[in-house]
Antibody, heavy 117, light 112 residues
Protein backbone atom coordinates (compact mmCIF):
# COMPACT_ATOMS: atom_id res chain seq x y z
CA UNK A 1 0.00 0.00 0.00
CA UNK A 2 1.50 3.29 -1.15
CA UNK A 3 1.08 6.28 1.13
CA UNK A 4 2.62 9.75 1.15
CA UNK A 5 2.41 12.49 3.74
CA UNK A 6 3.55 16.08 3.58
CA UNK A 7 4.93 17.93 6.56
CA UNK A 8 6.27 21.40 7.19
CA UNK A 9 5.31 24.80 8.54
CA UNK A 10 1.75 26.00 8.20
CA UNK A 11 2.76 29.67 8.31
CA UNK A 12 5.77 31.39 6.80
CA UNK A 13 6.63 35.05 6.51
CA UNK A 14 7.24 36.83 3.21
CA UNK A 15 10.83 36.46 1.95
CA UNK A 16 11.40 33.36 4.09
CA UNK A 17 12.34 29.96 2.69
CA UNK A 18 9.79 27.15 2.85
CA UNK A 19 10.97 23.59 3.46
CA UNK A 20 8.49 20.77 2.98
CA UNK A 21 9.09 17.08 3.54
CA UNK A 22 7.27 14.23 1.86
CA UNK A 23 7.53 10.97 3.80
CA UNK A 24 6.36 7.93 1.92
CA UNK A 25 5.92 4.19 2.29
CA UNK A 26 4.97 1.27 0.10
CA UNK A 27 7.56 1.92 -2.60
CA UNK A 28 11.25 2.66 -3.01
CA UNK A 29 12.64 5.73 -4.71
CA UNK A 30 15.56 3.63 -5.87
CA UNK A 31 13.30 1.58 -8.14
CA UNK A 32 13.74 2.31 -11.83
CA UNK A 33 11.01 4.51 -13.29
CA UNK A 34 9.73 5.86 -9.99
CA UNK A 35 9.48 9.56 -9.21
CA UNK A 36 8.01 11.81 -6.54
CA UNK A 37 6.57 15.15 -7.49
CA UNK A 38 5.24 18.25 -5.79
CA UNK A 39 2.04 19.97 -6.87
CA UNK A 40 0.36 22.95 -5.24
CA UNK A 41 -3.14 24.39 -5.24
CA UNK A 42 -3.96 27.93 -4.09
CA UNK A 43 -7.32 28.17 -2.32
CA UNK A 44 -10.11 27.82 -4.85
CA UNK A 45 -7.70 27.55 -7.76
CA UNK A 46 -6.21 24.94 -10.03
CA UNK A 47 -3.42 22.44 -9.55
CA UNK A 48 0.09 23.59 -10.48
CA UNK A 49 3.00 21.21 -10.92
CA UNK A 50 6.20 22.39 -9.19
CA UNK A 51 8.97 19.79 -9.31
CA UNK A 52 9.75 16.11 -9.59
CA UNK A 53 12.70 13.90 -8.67
CA UNK A 54 13.36 10.50 -10.21
CA UNK A 55 14.87 7.34 -8.79
CA UNK A 56 18.18 8.17 -10.53
CA UNK A 57 18.25 11.68 -8.97
CA UNK A 58 17.22 13.36 -12.21
CA UNK A 59 15.29 16.51 -11.29
CA UNK A 60 12.68 18.55 -13.14
CA UNK A 61 11.32 21.97 -12.25
CA UNK A 62 8.50 24.21 -13.38
CA UNK A 63 10.14 26.84 -15.62
CA UNK A 64 8.28 29.68 -13.93
CA UNK A 65 9.54 28.71 -10.46
CA UNK A 66 12.82 27.00 -11.25
CA UNK A 67 15.00 29.72 -9.73
CA UNK A 68 13.25 29.35 -6.37
CA UNK A 69 12.92 25.56 -6.07
CA UNK A 70 15.19 22.76 -4.97
CA UNK A 71 14.09 19.13 -4.72
CA UNK A 72 16.16 16.42 -3.04
CA UNK A 73 15.66 12.87 -1.86
CA UNK A 74 16.84 10.71 0.98
CA UNK A 75 16.23 7.17 -0.18
CA UNK A 76 17.24 5.62 3.14
CA UNK A 77 14.63 7.70 4.97
CA UNK A 78 11.97 7.41 2.24
CA UNK A 79 11.73 11.18 2.06
CA UNK A 80 11.68 13.89 -0.57
CA UNK A 81 12.30 17.50 0.41
CA UNK A 82 11.20 20.61 -1.48
CA UNK A 83 12.56 24.03 -0.67
CA UNK A 84 11.10 27.23 -2.06
CA UNK A 85 12.90 30.50 -1.48
CA UNK A 86 11.62 34.04 -1.21
CA UNK A 87 8.05 33.13 -0.26
CA UNK A 88 5.28 35.58 -1.13
CA UNK A 89 1.60 35.74 -0.16
CA UNK A 90 0.70 34.47 -3.66
CA UNK A 91 2.48 31.22 -2.72
CA UNK A 92 -0.25 30.50 -0.17
CA UNK A 93 -1.54 27.09 -1.19
CA UNK A 94 -2.02 23.47 -0.30
CA UNK A 95 1.14 21.62 -1.25
CA UNK A 96 0.87 17.98 -2.29
CA UNK A 97 3.47 15.35 -2.97
CA UNK A 98 2.62 12.49 -5.28
CA UNK A 99 4.07 9.20 -6.55
CA UNK A 100 4.77 9.15 -10.27
CA UNK A 101 5.43 6.34 -12.72
CA UNK A 102 4.17 8.30 -15.71
CA UNK A 103 1.20 9.88 -14.00
CA UNK A 104 0.54 10.98 -10.45
CA UNK A 105 -1.19 7.87 -9.20
CA UNK A 106 -0.90 8.31 -5.44
CA UNK A 107 -1.20 11.63 -3.62
CA UNK A 108 -0.57 12.77 -0.10
CA UNK A 109 -3.26 14.52 1.92
CA UNK A 110 -1.67 17.90 1.28
CA UNK A 111 -0.47 20.58 3.66
CA UNK A 112 -1.76 24.14 3.68
CA UNK A 113 0.96 26.75 3.78
CA UNK A 114 -0.01 30.35 4.45
CA UNK A 115 2.38 33.17 3.66
CA UNK A 116 1.71 36.18 5.82
CA UNK A 117 3.54 38.62 8.00
CA UNK B 1 5.24 24.88 -24.05
CA UNK B 2 1.53 24.22 -24.24
CA UNK B 3 -1.57 24.84 -22.16
CA UNK B 4 -4.55 22.62 -21.47
CA UNK B 5 -7.88 24.44 -21.54
CA UNK B 6 -10.99 23.09 -19.83
CA UNK B 7 -14.46 24.56 -19.42
CA UNK B 8 -14.80 26.23 -16.06
CA UNK B 9 -17.96 24.36 -15.16
CA UNK B 10 -20.51 21.87 -16.43
CA UNK B 11 -23.75 20.64 -14.93
CA UNK B 12 -26.07 17.75 -15.64
CA UNK B 13 -28.80 15.76 -14.01
CA UNK B 14 -28.40 12.42 -12.26
CA UNK B 15 -28.51 9.48 -14.64
CA UNK B 16 -27.42 11.56 -17.61
CA UNK B 17 -24.09 11.65 -19.44
CA UNK B 18 -21.61 14.53 -19.37
CA UNK B 19 -18.42 15.13 -21.32
CA UNK B 20 -15.60 17.39 -20.15
CA UNK B 21 -13.13 18.60 -22.77
CA UNK B 22 -9.44 19.42 -22.48
CA UNK B 23 -7.89 21.23 -25.43
CA UNK B 24 -4.15 21.35 -26.01
CA UNK B 25 -2.94 24.74 -27.24
CA UNK B 26 0.00 23.58 -29.35
CA UNK B 27 1.51 20.31 -30.39
CA UNK B 28 -0.48 17.16 -30.91
CA UNK B 29 -2.77 15.87 -28.19
CA UNK B 30 -1.64 12.41 -29.21
CA UNK B 31 2.02 13.19 -28.49
CA UNK B 32 1.72 12.54 -24.77
CA UNK B 33 -0.74 10.64 -22.64
CA UNK B 34 -3.55 12.52 -20.92
CA UNK B 35 -4.67 11.77 -17.38
CA UNK B 36 -7.82 12.85 -15.59
CA UNK B 37 -8.05 13.48 -11.88
CA UNK B 38 -11.13 13.83 -9.71
CA UNK B 39 -10.95 16.11 -6.68
CA UNK B 40 -13.84 16.15 -4.27
CA UNK B 41 -14.11 19.12 -1.87
CA UNK B 42 -11.52 18.93 0.88
CA UNK B 43 -9.80 15.89 -0.63
CA UNK B 44 -6.68 15.13 -2.62
CA UNK B 45 -6.96 14.39 -6.34
CA UNK B 46 -7.40 10.80 -7.45
CA UNK B 47 -6.87 9.35 -10.90
CA UNK B 48 -9.98 8.36 -12.82
CA UNK B 49 -8.32 7.97 -16.25
CA UNK B 50 -4.68 7.47 -17.16
CA UNK B 51 -2.91 7.03 -20.50
CA UNK B 52 -5.81 8.64 -22.40
CA UNK B 53 -8.40 5.94 -21.77
CA UNK B 54 -7.31 3.53 -19.05
CA UNK B 55 -9.24 3.19 -15.82
CA UNK B 56 -7.46 2.39 -12.56
CA UNK B 57 -8.88 -0.51 -10.63
CA UNK B 58 -11.80 0.61 -8.54
CA UNK B 59 -12.93 3.34 -10.94
CA UNK B 60 -16.36 2.43 -12.34
CA UNK B 61 -16.72 1.89 -16.06
CA UNK B 62 -19.08 4.88 -16.13
CA UNK B 63 -15.86 6.86 -16.54
CA UNK B 64 -14.19 6.81 -19.94
CA UNK B 65 -11.51 8.84 -21.68
CA UNK B 66 -10.68 9.56 -25.29
CA UNK B 67 -8.62 11.84 -27.49
CA UNK B 68 -9.58 13.53 -30.73
CA UNK B 69 -6.77 14.66 -33.00
CA UNK B 70 -9.10 16.72 -35.19
CA UNK B 71 -9.93 19.04 -32.29
CA UNK B 72 -6.61 18.42 -30.54
CA UNK B 73 -8.46 17.64 -27.38
CA UNK B 74 -9.06 14.96 -24.80
CA UNK B 75 -12.41 14.19 -23.25
CA UNK B 76 -13.65 12.65 -20.04
CA UNK B 77 -17.13 11.17 -20.29
CA UNK B 78 -19.13 10.17 -17.26
CA UNK B 79 -22.32 8.24 -17.89
CA UNK B 80 -25.12 7.40 -15.47
CA UNK B 81 -24.23 10.44 -13.39
CA UNK B 82 -24.47 10.12 -9.63
CA UNK B 83 -24.45 12.87 -7.05
CA UNK B 84 -21.16 11.45 -5.76
CA UNK B 85 -19.55 12.38 -9.10
CA UNK B 86 -19.89 16.04 -8.20
CA UNK B 87 -16.30 17.25 -8.01
CA UNK B 88 -13.58 19.18 -9.79
CA UNK B 89 -11.92 17.35 -12.67
CA UNK B 90 -8.44 18.13 -13.97
CA UNK B 91 -6.75 16.93 -17.13
CA UNK B 92 -2.98 16.59 -17.15
CA UNK B 93 -0.35 15.81 -19.74
CA UNK B 94 3.41 15.93 -20.17
CA UNK B 95 5.41 18.44 -22.16
CA UNK B 96 8.26 16.31 -23.43
CA UNK B 97 10.02 19.31 -25.02
CA UNK B 98 10.84 20.70 -21.58
CA UNK B 99 10.14 17.65 -19.41
CA UNK B 100 7.33 19.31 -17.52
CA UNK B 101 3.93 18.21 -16.32
CA UNK B 102 0.98 20.38 -17.31
CA UNK B 103 -2.42 20.57 -15.63
CA UNK B 104 -5.59 22.01 -17.07
CA UNK B 105 -7.46 24.70 -15.20
CA UNK B 106 -10.05 22.28 -13.86
CA UNK B 107 -13.77 21.83 -14.46
CA UNK B 108 -16.36 21.93 -11.72
CA UNK B 109 -19.00 19.28 -12.31
CA UNK B 110 -22.35 19.89 -10.68
CA UNK B 111 -24.87 17.05 -10.60
CA UNK B 112 -28.30 18.44 -9.90
Amino acid sequence: QITLKESGPTLVKPTQTLTLTCTFSGFSLSTSGVGVGWIRQPPGKALEWLALIYWDDDKRYSPSLKSRLTITKDTSKNQVVLTMTNMDPVDTATYYCAHNTGNFDYWGQGTLVTVSS
Amino acid sequence: NFMLTQPHSVSESPGKTVTISCTRSSGSIASNYVQWYQQRPGSSPTTVIYEDNQRPSGVPDRFSGSIDSSSNSASLTISGLKTEDEADYYCQSYDSSISNWVFGGGTKLTVL
